[in-house]
């Protein structure tokens, strides 16, 4: 069995300034994986979303950027992590033009639709994990 | 504190885009560029993100902004210099952008304002 290569950038998201910080992480690390621009494009900006929301509505946290090789693929599994209020409905959430702020309500629907993978962890008082992945076959 | 440039020709605003904006910046920007709508009574405001490889859901909320109250203070907005991988982006994304005219760059955006060819 190939090996494992752990490789996974912590980025504290708690300003502003966080999010660019984050953007610019995870650009580098698609380039690396050899992603065209637009697929770069369309996961830079589901991750600018996601960090936003973990920014404004999760009260602040992390984002996790993580390189894989997962067999005969190679891609990046980003996580947006708040210890938050959490999501009390999920269904309307990832309703486009459902906002709790004055957002346009795109985020989490757009992201999930920028990506090739989503996924949603949250409850009431438990925070949320948001997960999406990107790959690229060899 | 730092601020993107807003340049003034005759009855436009000219803005251009260059660096990666945080959220804060860009309602810096959002105001500074109502602001001086009224201060320069300007006709037109001419923003130019051909330097932008991302347009998310905020700045696309701030772009729309800026078209609204600028028209408003009757004035109208071009876009200019979309790279094509964000404007693929933005359909996917279900981002509209409202109340602006695009352009393919800063020539033609101002032509456009000149001629004044807005509904």
New interface residues.
């Given amino acids: 069995m190939i090996g494992n290569d752990i490789d996974v950038k912590v980025v504290p998201l708690r300003a502003?300034?966080d999010?660019?910080r984050m953007?610019?992480t995870l650009r580098e690390c698609l380039v690396s994986i050899g992603f065209s621009?637009?697929e770069?494009?369309?996961m830079?900006?589901a991750a600018?979303?996601l960090g936003?929301n973990t920014l404004r509505y999760g009260g602040g946290g992390e984002a996790h950027i993580e390189k894989v090789t997962d067999g005969g693929r190679r891609g990046v599994i980003l996580s947006f992590i708040d210890q938050g209020p959490g999501i009390a409905d999920v269904n309307l959430a990832l309703t486009?033009g459902y906002t709790t702020g004055n957002?346009?309500g795109?985020?989490l629907?757009?992201a999930r639709?920028?990506a090739d993978d989503f996924e949603l962890i949250t409850a009431p008082g438990q925070g949320t994990t948001v997960r999406i992945a990107k790959w690229k076959l060899f | 504190m730092e601020r993107i440039p807003i340049l003034k020709m005759g009855q436009l605003l000219l803005v251009t885009i260059q660096v990666?904006?945080?959220?804060?910046?860009a309602m810096t920007l959002q105001d500074d560029l109502t602001t001086r709508i009224v201060k320069d009574r300007a006709k037109g405001v001419l923003i130019d993100i051909s330097a932008l490889?991302?347009?998310?859901?905020?700045i696309?909320?701030m772009i729309n902004n800026i078209a609204a109250m600028a028209k408003i203070l009757d004035a109208d907005t071009v876009l200019v210099g979309m790279?094509?991988?964000?404007a693929?982006?933005l359909v996917?994304?279900?981002?509209t952008l409202e109340g602006v005219k695009t352009a393919l760059n800063v020539e033609r955006g101002m032509t456009m304002l000149k001629l004044g060819s807005f509904s």
Wanted: no cysteine; net charge negative.
């Fill in positions: 502003d300034e999010v660019v953007r610019q621009l637009i770069q494009t369309k830079i900006t600018s979303e936003r486009d957002g346009m795109l985020g629907g757009g639709r920028l | 990666d904006m945080h959220d804060r910046l490889d991302l347009v998310d859901s905020f696309g909320r790279q094509p991988a964000v693929i982006t996917e994304l279900g981002l």
